[in-house]
């Protein structure tokens, strides 16, 4: 029997902290498989230590990001703790051409305006143990100023408000990385087998 053409469109969301970015690279160890592709989104906000240009984002300036997002070149974009943010649209195209699933590591926002967009993508929120947890996170990571993380924290109770508006709702349990990337690993897998009708072409 012939394989169903497209992929899934995944969107992996959470609010600021919950550990997106450390689940996202559990996964890629856990799904090696060239059948996973990581779309890199587009950002004007700083680069933080570590982070590098075309693995971790693509790095724009204001001018850069504007001028992708007036060609039509993003799928979708938002602007999310004073910095701009937005998929492109030919790196999730080709994924799925290719017949390969495209994991979106997005915000809120940008799950929200993929869903309407995409009716058929797969929602995943990633949800801290508790919002105490989460706070704790976001002030051990020293990442923001005091202010940039006042406005984090009231916008993460804001968007874990929105979990219903997903289809599954992933727990990241403290020290349990692994075990939430092999969560997320599954329900792909399942639905990638369940639900033909998700796998999509742009």
Sequence with gaps: MKEP???????????SGVGKDTIIEALRRVHPGADYHYVVTCTTRGRRP???EGRDYHFLSQPEFADLRDRGELLEWAEVHGNWYGTPRQQ????????????????VQGAAAIKAAVPQALLIFLVPPTLEDL???LRSRATETADE?????????IELARQDDYDYVVVNETGQVEATARRID?????????????????
């Design 5 to 15: 053409a497209g992929g899934l469109l995944v969107i992996i969301s959470g609010p």
């Design 50 to 52: 570590g982070e590098g």
């Design 92 to 107: 999730v195209r080709a994924a799925l051409a290719a017949g390969r699933d495209a994991i979106l590591k997005i915000d």
């Design 135 to 137: 706070f704790g996170r």
């Design 149 to 157: 993380l006042e406005v984090r924290q009231r916008n993460a109770a």
């Design 186 to 202: 599954e329900i792909i897998a399942a639905e990638r087998a369940r639900n033909v009708d998700r796998r999509i072409l742009l």
